[in-house]
DNA sequence: GCTACTATCTGGTATATACCAGTTGGCGCA
DNA sequence: TGCGCCAACTGGTATATACCAGATAGTAGC
């Protein structure tokens, strides 16, 4: 049937532009409780669907959080994390006043040819035959899941890594317990969404948005250390770079 | 009625990962149509909406590109782009083989004041008695939108800015024309959709993923000469990043 | 006052249907 | 051969309805 009052804007982007509105102007604050779907139906004279398909749009856009059979949320401020410090996730976190932590989801030691994933040794420079450490984490901020991690290291440059206190950050251990210091880092980040798998790690919908981060890290000599697949929360967090023009602007 | 086979899978996920994994065989190729919402729905038993569901799955991975009352595409590879070198977008589309262009949506001079934007000023160090610059502009690449791209100069450092050619790069001229060189650039980024504007002005859906890129870049004596709001195509552009331990292992 | 049950509410999934307005490709005509 | 028209097809929107199962709050019983 379509617009029924509305100029060629759709009843579904309507109704949620006056929602969008209500939250942006704080008549919604942060943490309150969105009317229900079938609330929406009934005050702006849609169907529920389409009621659906509104809050969707604030969904989408991580203005609200929904909880399934429970309610929908207006959605929390993002928790700042930089680009330029991956390797302290804890430190970053606990200089924003927010507890770190770590749930180790995975520790096992294998040669990377059975891992079914050739990125793996490509990326670290290493042949299928050489064993690698697998660890997969999620990384908390107030006990909230904020990034799952998963890391691959060569066995050969930290033998009995997986002994270790695996709950604190990966590189404060390859320093102090290896003596190895990280010392360039190439990260490839991508928009994603969470995916089945993340979302059940991190307690959320596999539809969340999420930023898909491909790490390699280096030694001084340039050798891999580490190869990382992260997902962070995209609703959760966002990402600050700073770059100084020694990095970037010697070639011109 | 929910699952008639699948063991708790909804149906649109289960049909959904039959789609993804058809493109992922490279049984459907990038480019490439996806069966329609009512062939779908016929060959798997379904109704339409629930196909348009799974379909919906695959365009928000970026698996798959709608095109409105034409069909549904097996989208393309990502181009790579730098956050290391974001002055010059022109030139790192150049070094991939694709060429680079820009369309000026506007251009004005304005007193900071009046923009009712009270960041841009704040961001810029001025006052809002301040003239500013406002160019906004969509990059290209081989004629494809790929950023929308909103910057904000001092008129003070760049008098005459808006009589130059603006569909290079902001930087070689700040440079060539005004000898500022960028020293120092901070990101903030952000997982985000389009939205309606930015849809329009980059050809796509307001609900397509993005990546918005806050950027304040400040000249060698730490002055701020550009504040800049990015919207990049989340479908079309992947985001590379290299750091060095000097840039971030100093603290330790 | 505390616990256990229960009716209600919630979002999630699914169907069947309808209309709209561009896109597309084929067919006929000049 | 080339142009223009038109019917079929496509995704976008919208409704009305139904059932599910976990969350939640109120109430009855102890």
Redesign the pocket.
């Known amino acids: ?4 009052a ?1 100029g060629g804007v ?4 309507r109704v949620g532009g006056v929602l969008a509105a209500r939250i942006r102007s704080g008549e919604l604050a942060p943490g309150a409780r ?1 009317p ?4 929406l139906a009934a005050e702006h ?6 009621a ?2 509104a ?1 969707d749009l604030l969904a989408r856009r991580g203005l609200v959080e ?7 949320f207006v959605a929390r401020p993002k928790i700042e994390q930089s680009l330029d410090t991956v390797a302290g996730l804890s430190d970053q976190l606990e200089s924003r006043g927010v507890a770190p932590g770590a749930e180790v989801l995975e520790a096992r030691t294998v040669r990377a040819g059975t891992l079914g994933d050739a990125e793996v040794a490509s990326r670290l420079g290493i042949s299928g035959a050489e064993r690698v450490h697998v660890v997969v984490r999620v990384r908390t901020g107030d006990g909230e899941p904020l990034v799952l991690e998963e890391n691959y290291l060569p066995e050969r440059l930290f033998p009995g890594l997986l002994r270790e206190d695996l709950t604190g950050g990966l590189y404060a251990l390859m320093r102090e317990r290896y003596g190895l210091f990280p010392a360039r880092s190439r990260q490839e980040l991508e928009t994603s969404l969470l995916g089945p798998g993340a979302a059940e790690a991190l307690g959320t ?1 596999p539809d969340a948005p999420a930023l898909r981060v491909e790490r390699v890290t280096r030694d001084a000599r340039g050798r891999p250390i580490e190869f990382a697949r992260d997902l962070h929360r995209g609703d959760r967090l966002r990402f600050v770079s700073e770059v100084s023009a020694e990095d970037w602007d010697v070639g011109l």
Chains 1, 2 share one sequence.
């Not at 759709?10 to 982007?13: C, D, F, K, Q």
């Not at 229900?36 to 609330?39: F, I, K, L, Y």
């Not at 929904?66 to 929908?72: D, L, Q, T």
């Open positions: 049937m379509g617009d029924v509305g759709p009843a579904y982007r969105v229900s779907e079938r609330e004279g849609i169907s529920r669907m389409t659906r398909a809050v929904r909880r399934e059979r429970s309610g929908v919908s």
